[in-house]
Structure formats: structure tokens, C-alpha cells
């Protein structure tokens, strides 16, 4: 056996109701290095991690763990064989304490003269946060954090027992800057321990920067390996789509115009972490929105769909009828019926618990918001709304069996297409998108920003949060930065605006 070989998967078959999501995957996993897993949108990334963490069986094939046959029956049973796997979705159970998350299956070890010891168990649950430089109240329902703390919860929870593989799926896009930050310095404190990482991400240069070795899955096949010498950033992503792709997916013009129509207003608004902020959204306007983890930008998104409600000040939509002659007419977003009567779309962050209907068919996720769009009278026709999502499956290259499939079977960058493409198309007149390519590959971010900036030349207005400055500075006219619930800064569209400029504003 190959020195430092911990795992190897050997000619790895899954297939989910007949249709193959793996394909003979021979895979190598060493100690003492970072591995890095690139592929499109259902190319059988995270199948293969579930796989090995115990949350799937394969089809066929198998899988050695130093050398020996391994098969986990459960990710309780992965951890066991020092496995522990950070999945891409909420890892966290809603309903719980940050405490009993940490330590969910595990409560025995605490039990003392027949009952769990609560206090014990606090202060280890206490002492693994410490570790990811977290402290808060762990008896807190954990549906009280933020997105981004759960996932640092789940971080936290995986290096408590001290694995010897660590698999992050997905992660680092739903974290802000420092969240990456920390993630990437505990994928190479693990490495400098002589463990074993696999990363899956699809930001190639993170991958590049971080990776001593880069596999590509396309279609559930290996298609290519790198090592770090062969990296060429070109060649891999040429690799992962199987034809060339243009490098900059961002728009190219450096023209800030828009509308002199305001088409909603924040005024002097308090709500949640937010302090006073004030700011016009126009007609035609791309409003970029950045800052750190605890600047208030998601909850801001929050607010516009009217989820916040203001302690102080108003948010207001601005309609102008033409029974007013023109005149526009404020009315205040007051919770999220408010919002949706008046033209806004909202793409949460947190895709699965806020904007999707797991259990229900990618058609009905999409058609939802268009049903007024879609009617005929007082009906609407199936034909319509089966040509509605088949327009719009095809438009996003949704990865799927058909429209009917329940959009919990998708991947998770199929399932973020789904939740771009619920309030694209329905003609929102006004858009707020979290992190709308959060997990989305390559190839269809070119596709999203196009379809973003033609929504923009059709007079839509449109707000982006984002945690990645490229994206806010690629793609916005104007660029309002957070900090402590206020905002800081604000930048116009040039082509002078760089990473660097703004770094020192969410600081
Ligand atoms: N529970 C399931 N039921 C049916 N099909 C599934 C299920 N889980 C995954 N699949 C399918 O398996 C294929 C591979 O999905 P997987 O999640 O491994 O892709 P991925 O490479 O991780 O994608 P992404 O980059 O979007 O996360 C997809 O076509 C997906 O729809």
C-alpha cells in the first residue's frame, strides 16, 4: 500500500432510481493533504463524499480505508473510522439547542447516574466552539443564529472528534470573508497534522490556492487528476464542462446609469443588527451589497422582503398608477405578502428553509411566484405552467429527470437554480438576491449574470448581497458597504474599483 494512502474508492457506482449519479470512480484520499473535487452541478461531488460519510450506500464498488475494506453504515459509524463530513445544506437540526446539535446521537457520553449531565455537556459544547473562535450562549435555540454561525456550529462539531479525513462540501460560499478565512486555516492546521482533507468547492482559484492535488467529476465519471505543479486554471475548468469558457462572466461595460425612477426606499430604518440605514433603489439599478458576517447585509435582504419588521423608520415600495398620473405612490412593506403584492422577489441565503418547497416538483417551486403571470381567465392552464418551468429548466440547465422531480432530489446547485429561477421570468419589478450563485458552477454564473443584467435593461431593480467583492464589483452599478448594521461606504461603478478599496470599509 502506498505510503500515507488513507482512503481509496474503487470503481464507486451510485444510482438513484436507475439514473447513475456515480460512474466507476477510482479516487485517492492521503494524509497530509488537501484534495481538492471540482466538477459542474450534478457531476456526483457530493454523492461520492455522502457516500464515503456514511449518509449513502454505493450501488456497486468499493471502498478501502488504509488498505482494508470500508463500508459505513451511518455517518455515526463514518465517524467511528475518524470520517467526518461538513455537508453543503443546513447541517443543524431547527428545534434544538446549539449544545444538543453539537452533541446529537452522542448525549451518552454525558449520561451519569441515568440521565444526561446538562452541565457537562454545555461547557464541552462551550469548549468546541472555542475552538472554531466562537463563544455564545450554546443553550440558545440554534435556529437563533445566523446562516453562517450554524455552519461554524458544524465545524465546530466535526474537529470535537478529531478526524483524521475531513470532508467540507461546499462551505466556503455560504461564509463570509473571515468565515473562509478560518475554514482555510483548519483545512491546513489539519494538513500540517499529517490528516486528510477533501474539498469541494466552485471557486477554482480558492481551490487552486489552497489544494495539493485537484480531481474533476464530470457526469459522475473521473475525468482528470492534477497535481498542484499541473494546476492551469484554463485547462481544469475546460476539463469540468468538457469545452472552452469564456474567463470573465461578469458584465464588461463600465456605464453606471440607470433610471431616475426610485423604485423602493429605506429610510432611517432600525431593524435587528441594522442601524439607520437609509439608501434609494432605482429603476434599471444593480445596488451591490457587501460586508463581513455580523455587518447586517443578509438581514437587510430580510427586511426588504418585509421578514424584518423596522423597529424605526419605513421601507417603502414606490408605485406610480396611471390613475395618479404618474405620481408615485409610497406604500410600505409591512411583512412579505406586502413585498410580494408589490413586485419584489427575494432569493434567501438559507435556500432550503426560506425559499424552497423541498418536498415539492421543480414545477411548482417555479410556477409559485409567476401564478398570476400564468393565468388565463381565471385559470391556469397545465400546459402553461409546464412550459413556464420547461423554459426556464432549459434557460438555467437545470440538472434533472423532468420537471416533476421533487426538487429535494436535486444537487445543490441545481436546487439554487430553482430558487433564482422562481422570481426570474415572473416579472418582479423589483429583485433582492442573496448570494444568488451561492454553490452554482462555472458555466451557468455566465448565464445568471446575463439573465441578471437583461433584467436590468428591462427596468427591473435589482439588489445583490454578496459576500464575494468580484461578484459586487463584476456586476453593480453601485456598491453600499456594511459594517456594524450601518453602511459605511458607498462606490460607484468604475473601472478603477478594486478588492483592495473596499477591503478596508467592512474592516
Ligand atoms: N436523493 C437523491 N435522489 C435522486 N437523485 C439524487 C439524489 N441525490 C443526488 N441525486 C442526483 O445525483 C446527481 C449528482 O448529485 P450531486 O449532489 O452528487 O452533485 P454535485 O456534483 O455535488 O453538485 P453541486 O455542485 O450542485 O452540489 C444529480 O443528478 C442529482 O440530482
Not at 12 to 28: H, N, P, R, T, Y
Not at 94 to 120: C, P, T, W, Y
Not at 295 to 310: A, F, R, V, W
Not at 332 to 358: C, F, H, P
Request: glycine content about 10%.
Amino acid at each position: 500500500m502506498e505510503k500515507d494512502l488513507f482512503l481509496e474508492t474503487k470503481n464507486l457506482e451510485k444510482a438513484f432510481d436507475g439514473i447513475k449519479a456515480l460512474d466507476g470512480v477510482s479516487l485517492k484520499v492521503y494524509c497530509g493533504q488537501i484534495q481538492g473535487l471540482i466538477g459542474e452541478n450534478g457531476s456526483g461531488k457530493s454523492t461520492i463524499s455522502s457516500i464515503i460519510s456514511g449518509i449513502h450506500t454505493a450501488t456497486k464498488g468499493e471502498i478501502l480505508l488504509r488498505g482494508k475494506p470500508y463500508r459505513p453504515r451511518s455517518p455515526l459509524d463514518a465517524r467511528d473510522n475518524r470520517i467526518c463530513m461538513i455537508v453543503q445544506e443546513t447541517g443543524t437540526i431547527s428545534g434544538l439547542s446549539v449544545a444538543d446539535n453539537l452533541f446529537l446521537g452522542d448525549e451518552a457520553m454525558f449520561l451519569q447516574h441515568g440521565s444526561i449531565n446538562r452541565k457537562k455537556m454545555q461547557r464541552e459544547a462551550e469548549k468546541s466552539l472555542e475552538k472554531v473562535g466562537l463563544s455564545f450562549d450554546v443553550t440558545a435555540p440554534i435556529e437563533t443564529l445566523s446562516f453562517e454561525t450554524r455552519k461554524l456550529v458544524e465545524i465546530a462539531r466535526a474537529l470535537y472528534f478529531d478526524p483524521t479525513l475531513l470532508i467540507v462540501d461546499e462551505t466556503t460560499t455560504a461564509l463570509s470573508y473571515e468565515g473562509r478565512s478560518l475554514i482555510h486555516k483548519i483545512m491546513r492546521d489539519l494538513k500540517e497534522q499529517n490528516k486528510a482533507v477533501l474539498f469541494i468547492s466552485h471557486d477554482l482559484p480558492e481551490l487552486m490556492e489552497i489544494c495539493d492535488r485537484l480531481t474533476v467529476l464530470r457526469d459522475g465519471k473521473l475525468i482528470s487528476a492534477f497535481r498542484k505543479e499541473e494546476f492551469d486554471e484554463r485547462l481544469i475548468k475546460q476539463t469540468m464542462v468538457g469545452r472552452s469558457i469564456q474567463d470573465n462572466f461578469y458584465r464588461s461595460d463600465f456605464d453606471a446609469s440607470h433610471g431616475e425612477k426610485r423604485m423602493m426606499q429605506v429610510s432611517h430604518v432600525d431593524a435587528g443588527p441594522l442601524k439607520d440605514v437609509t439608501f434609494d433603489l432605482h429603476e434599471g439599478e444593480i445596488l451591490g451589497v457587501g460586508g463581513l458576517s455580523g455587518s447586517g447585509m443578509h438581514e437587510l435582504g430580510k427586511l426588504l422582503y418585509g421578514m424584518l419588521p423596522p423597529l424605526r423608520g419605513e421601507v417603502t415600495v414606490l408605485q406610480d398608477t396611471k390613475s395618479a398620473g404618474g405620481k408615485e405612490i409610497p406604500v410600505r412593506v409591512k411583512n412579505i405578502q406586502t413585498a410580494m403584492e408589490n413586485g419584489i422577489g427575494y432569493v434567501s441565503k438559507d435556500r432550503d428553509q426560506e425559499t424552497l418547497l423541498l418536498n415539492a416538483s421543480i414545477k411548482d417551486n417555479l410556477v409559485i411566484s409567476a401564478l398570476d403571470k400564468l393565468k388565463t381567465g381565471f385559470f391556469i392552464l397545465p400546459r402553461a405552467e409546464k412550459e413556464f418551468s420547461q423554459k426556464q429548466v432549459g434557460s438555467l440547465h437545470i440538472k434533472c429527470s423532468g420537471v416533476n422531480q421533487t426538487v429535494g432530489e436535486l444537487s445543490g446547485g441545481n436546487k439554487q437554480k430553482v430558487s433564482f429561477g422562481k422570481w426570474i421570468g415572473n416579472q418582479s419589478r423589483i429583485l433582492i438576491l442573496d448570494s444568488p450563485t451561492r454553490g452554482v458552477d462555472v458555466g451557468v454564473k455566465t448565464t445568471m449574470y446575463q439573465l441578471i443584467y437583461q433584467l436590468k435593461k428591462q427596468g427591473c431593480a435589482i439588489l445583490i448581497i454578496s459576500e464575494e467583492l468580484p461578484e459586487l464589483i463584476g456586476m453593480s452599478d453601485r456598491v453600499l458597504i456594511m459594517k456594524d448594521g450601518c453602511v459605511s461606504m458607498e462606490f460607484q461603478r468604475s473601472p478603477e474599483l478594486v478588492e483592495s478599496s473596499i477591503i478596508e470599509y467592512m474592516i
